[in-house]
């Protein structure tokens, strides 16, 4: 789909001397001028589309990663226009929901689950930069990319990639390249294996294990399975969850079924609670499947929530374990926080709504 912001215009249908009072008026005190051409924003259309299309107009382009759930992200596609318009010439957006499934490569490619994350591409298609975030100097940050200059310091600050600056933006370049070659049936065993041997992390690995069971060498891709299994941790594990589904199924056929679910209350109501004052309570984790889960971490939202009790390593098929916390309010009202529970569960990520009325 897409977009067009409306162009402004000063007002017209006076006489012709109070037609050039008034835009003597509004050049002198409001800047008011036409806007250049409408910005091109796309939403949701497939990488190769745009690329196309801002090849034919020999403009760069610029992916808008967001989701559904973050303001932030809403803020800034709503100001995309106000912001970049006076670029449109330059330049051609496209707004993507990483929530949606045709979606969810981009955050398994950049390794972040940090929305809104804008990456910014040359007309034939190369990333040239990525920058996370909507605060005022980050979009800065990508008007400048969008005009060629890379100076700026924010480009691709993501602490949880195996790689920094240049050096990163050239292994994404290759990866791209090998996930495009992976699905148009290449074999690109030669092409990444550069990347194994200097920057391992999941998705790497994952397009690895596809091209071997491509190409018919199945206890290879098992083998680098394996080895993305290796690194897992509730980070990888939250920004990679369903493909890890995916390779311990590759591991273990039987694995979905096999696979215990970690059960927990959804939400939880605090009753009492007074401003400053600890309100201790607790959480019951069940296994309910046949497999041991590992409980990998337990993260509060806020420094007003604190865990009591030791982080239980393991819950055994069929059991139950109890983990104690307080809530030490910090605001008065409704308050509510949240509570996360990372473990290799088939439910990886768990969250635990915390509502309270303090007093």
């Known amino acids: 789909m897409k977009n067009t912001i409306t162009k402004f215009f000063c007002p017209c249908g006076f006489p012709a001397i109070l037609l050039l009072f008034a835009m003597l008026f509004c050049a002198l005190f409001f800047s008011c001028r036409p806007t250049p051409k409408d910005l091109t924003i ?7 589309e745009v690329q196309k299309i801002a090849k034919e107009d020999d403009k760069v382009f610029c992916v808008v990663l967001t989701k559904p759930d ?135 690995l994952f397009l690895k294990c596809l091209n071997e069971e491509k190409q018919g060498r199945h206890e290879e891709a098992v083998y680098w399975a394996k080895q993305m299994v290796e690194i897992e941790d509730s980070f990888y594990n939250f920004v990679y969850d369903t493909l890890y589904q995916e390779v311990k199924t590759m591991i273990n056929p039987n694995y979905l079924e096999e696979i215990s679910v970690l059960s927990v209350v959804e939400e939880l109501t605090l009753e009492g609670c007074e401003y400053k004052q600890s309100k201790p309570f607790s959480l019951m984790l069940t296994n309910i499947g046949k497999s041991p889960i590992s409980i990998r971490d337990i993260v509060v939202g806020c420094s007003c929530l604190k865990l009591l009790s030791e982080k239980p390593q393991f819950i055994q098929p069929n059991q139950s374990t109890k ?25 990886a990520m768990q969250d635990v709504k915390i509502f309270a009325v303090v007093r």
């Open 42 to 48: 796309f939403y949701d259309m497939p990488l190769e």
């Open 70 to 204: 973050c303001p932030p992200c809403a803020n800034m596609v709503k100001s995309l226009g106000e912001r970049y318009g006076h670029l449109e010439s330059k330049v051609v957006f496209n707004v993507v929901d990483v929530s949606l499934p045709e979606n969810q490569w981009y955050s398994h490619w950049l390794c972040t689950g940090g929305f809104p994350t804008t990456c910014v591409f040359s007309t034939d298609g190369e990333l040239k930069a990525t920058i996370q975030g909507a605060a005022t100097a980050c979009q800065q940050c990508v008007a400048s990319a969008i005009t060629g200059d890379f100076k700026c310091t924010a480009f691709f600050e993501n602490s949880q990639f195996p790689a920094r600056g240049k050096q990163a933006v050239n292994l994404l370049n290759t990866l791209l390249s090998c996930k495009r070659n992976l699905e148009q049936g290449k074999n690109i065993s030669a092409e990444i294996q550069p990347l194994l041997e200097q920057n391992v992390y999941p998705y790497s």
């Open 323 to 347: 983990i104690d916390l307080a809530f030490t309010p910090d605001a008065r009202g409704d308050v509510f926080r949240e509570v996360t529970i990372f473990s290799d569960a088939k439910n």
